[in-house]
């Protein structure tokens, strides 16, 4: 279902002086009008503090005719040079297919084939087993084939005869199944055999979209009988398909596809696809994949030399439709605008961006009337694409997530729970709970991205004296990690104000532009499980999974790590011992109690949902203060993490498995005057707005942040009474 006004942009990040484009869908008659906005608070809860969502129109405000752009997903090759190609003699078509669902509508293996008129051919998996189309003639083997088994499938068209014959061998046969077997006919002549038309692998060109018929499931060494043999084993770090045949039809891959995938030579003897990239020829092909919508530009921005950082948005109306969309404002080059520096987890908000949780029933909806928050839910909204959260239609988990697409869990007042304690909001929306908890203190702050740091490098962030996470900085590359390692160990003071952070390694690659990947392989907390076999990412080469089976588990860089997950409830922590010490106490002055941060917006408290804790063992530094212990989680609706436990009630440190469901809040001090300091708490800055932001959590937070930002503020608000 297409959105009435929707838009995405080209780029999530800026400079002054750098063009940001912005491409929109609005199937209003009249014009739309464009705003520039800057973000500060996106919690459209009535029982907090309002939005505040700043209008800029006198930097940039104007109105631009309607058109409606649509979304395709469906991922295939198209082979551009086949268009060219002198009419076929004859024709011998071969492929190996791991079809995973044979038993729906039919899905092109091969085709070319002018939608218009039908002329050309279609090699298809049908319900019925493998056809040949040739015009209007059709020929099918009649055997149904088995799901996620590899078969042999060729077809062939004599023009001269008319004679079609189509065929079906599975690589390893079952017992008592017969799903193997060839059909011939003859057809009326001519053939319609030729068609002046691209080539297509895993689908079949339309008149009213690019593409249909998209296949579901792998293709390995697709080719035509002295025309063209395609090897999926090359240029697997690419978004190319190279022909090893006479003519030289390379092709390219349209919605990615997921490249290193086991093949139908698969032995198990290689694991890593760059060693025996032979094992790992197979493309797998997905009617529901997205990269880039490729909607047309309908204006660009240029940012203003006097905008200052900060996380801006493009703000959207057409009669009653609205809509938003955030991008992130960096300072000049080499020339930082403020002391602080918050990183916003561009990579976590990617890898969730229009998760599918399919809650969206009536009860959410009102929710979300009421609060008047955004409208949109990806639960309605299929033609946008995926969350590498979500599992393709065909049961594979969704390894690939694009920015060059409408994405709906980005705008500022997204409601991602219906949450009766709190506003239910995560990612993006959440970490408005902190820009807008910084505005409301007078702390000046620049901004930069994931994307930024994965870029730049620990050189983006030396020129501050602190570093902000959001709530949850989940996703991260090798250059991000490497980046804030050295940035701390060379005096950066890094406050992570989230949990479940560093957890998953994924990669990004200038090759396929705008998209994200990552493997869910090994373990740990999941929504699907990578394939035996298929732990290393196309993009880089790496192996995927969690950066703890990298040897880089979190606790190396923030001093605790992933050790429970619950519900989207929050409970308060408790001061620890050391906690009292006088080296401390700057952390704690004007904390009331040694039980704090028992309310919030976020699950109603301050140490919830997703929880980390210290551990030496996991290379937590071994001057790690713990100050505070978050208590009183329920056991019924929390889990150790998977990676903790080695059987039924046996855990990797020797603890207890309810020791185990805890958050911790560290401090740690770091070489040259640099430190840490860590929450462990997807919840904890859900806090931060609590009694218009006069509360234990603020206090605690602006102590922490006055004193390594070397700010120098005074706490804004009378002490209570």
């Known amino acids: 279902m297409t959105a009435p006004l929707i838009g995405y942009s080209d780029r999530i990040s800026a400079r002054a002086g750098e063009k940001i484009a912005f491409r929109i869908s609005s199937v209003g008659p009249e014009p739309y009008r464009a705003t520039l906005v800057r ?7 009535p029982s907090g503090p309002a939005p505040k969502i700043e209008n800029l129109h006198a930097v940039f405000d104007d109105v631009f005719p309607s058109r409606e752009q649509r979304a395709w997903p469906g991922s295939y090759g198209i082979v551009g040079g086949a268009c060219s190609l002198d009419p076929l003699p004859s024709l011998s078509l071969e492929a190996l297919i791991w079809p995973t669902l044979p038993a729906d509508q039919p899905q092109a293996v091969m085709s070319r084939r002018d939608p218009a008129t039908g002329a050309g051919f279609s090699l298809l998996l049908t319900a019925d087993g493998i056809a040949l189309e040739v015009g209007d ?12 088994a590899w078969y042999r499938v060729w077809a062939s068209a004599d023009p001269t005869t008319g004679v079609l014959r189509v065929g079906q061998q599975p690589l390893k046969r079952a017992h008592a199944v017969d799903d193997e077997g060839e059909a011939t006919m003859a057809a009326r002549l001519p053939l319609a055999l030729d068609a002046a038309r691209p080539l297509l692998i895993a689908a079949e060109q339309a008149t009213d979209r690019p593409a249909r018929r998209c296949f579901n499931g792998k293709i390995e060494a697709p080719s035509i009988a002295g025309v063209a043999a395609w ?20 092709g390219r891959l349209v919605n990615l596809p997921a490249r290193a995938m086991k093949g139908a030579n698969w032995t198990g003897a290689e694991r890593d696809w760059k060693h025996a990239p032979h094992h790992y ?29 900060g996380v801006y948005g493009m703000a959207l109306s057409c009669g009653p439709h609205r809509d938003l969309i955030p991008f992130f404002v960096l300072p000049r080059r080499g020339r930082p605008q403020a002391k602080v520096c918050y990183l916003a987890a561009t990579f976590t908000y990617q890898a969730y961006g229009n998760h599918q949780r399919h809650l969206f029933d009536a009860a959410f909806r009102k929710r979300v009337a009421d609060c008047k928050a955004f409208p ?49 909001l995560r990612h993006l929306p959440a970490d408005t709970h902190l820009t807008g908890w910084l505005d409301r203190m007078g702390i000046a702050f620049d901004v930069v991205t994931d994307h930024d740091l994965d870029c730049e490098g620990a050189a983006l962030l030396a020129p501050y004296k602190v570093v902000l996470t959001g709530s949850h900085p989940e996703y991260h590359t090798e250059h991000t990690l490497d980046a804030l390692q050295r940035y701390a160990e060379t005096g950066g003071r890094l406050m992570y104000l989230g949990g479940n952070g560093f957890y998953w390694r994924v990669a990004v690659s200038d090759k396929m532009p705008g998209a994200l990947e990552v493997r869910r392989g090994e373990g740990g907390i999941r929504s699907w499980a990578a394939e035996p076999g298929e732990y290393y990412h196309a993009l880089d080469g790496a192996y995927g999974g969690l950066w703890r089976r990298s040897d880089r588990p979190p606790n190396l860089l923030c001093g605790v790590g992933f050790s429970s997950q619950g519900t989207f409830t929050g409970e308060a922590y408790r001061r620890a011992p050391a906690s009292h010490d006088a080296r401390y106490a700057w952390i704690f002055e004007g904390v009331q109690g040694d039980l704090f941060g028992q309310r919030g917006f976020s699950g109603g408290g301050a140490a919830g949902f997703e929880i980390d804790r210290c551990d030496r063992g996991l290379g937590s530094p071994p001057n790690t ?7 009183g989680h329920d056991p019924r609706n929390y889990v150790v993490v998977h990676e903790e436990r080695l059987a039924f009630a046996t855990t990797l440190s020797g603890e207890a498995l309810d020791q185990l469901v805890r958050a911790d809040m560290v401090y740690v001090e770091k070489p040259n005057g640099g430190a840490i300091f860590s929450v462990g708490s997807i919840t904890y800055c859900g806090c931060l707005p609590v009694d218009d932001f006069d509360n234990d959590i603020s206090r605690l937070t602006f102590n922490v942040l006055d004193r390594l930002g070397e700010l120098g503020l005074t706490w804004p608000f009378r002490p209570k009474a």
């Open 281 to 309: 020829a197979a493309i797998h092909f997905h009617d529901d994949d997205l990269h880039d919508c490729g909607w047309q530009d309908d204006f660009v921005f240029t940012i203003p030399d006097d905008l200052g950082s």
């Open 39 to 45: 973000i500060v608070r996106g919690d459209p809860n």
């Open 137 to 148: 003639a059709r020929v099918v083997v009649g055997k149904p084939l088995r799901s996620r």
């Open 376 to 424: 949109h839910n990806p639960d309605d909204h299929d033609d946008y694409g995926l969350s590498t959260y979500n599992l393709h239609r065909d049961g594979s988990g969704n390894a690939y997530a694009s920015l060059l697409r409408p994405l709906l869990t980005w705008r500022p007042d997204y409601l991602y729970f219906n949450d009766d304690i709190g506003s239910g």
């Open 231 to 250: 090897d999926f084993s090359r240029r697997i770090d690419t978004l190319e398909i190279e022909d090893a045949g006479p003519n030289g039809l390379h």
């Open 625 to 631: 203060v713990v100050l505070a212990s978050s208590e």
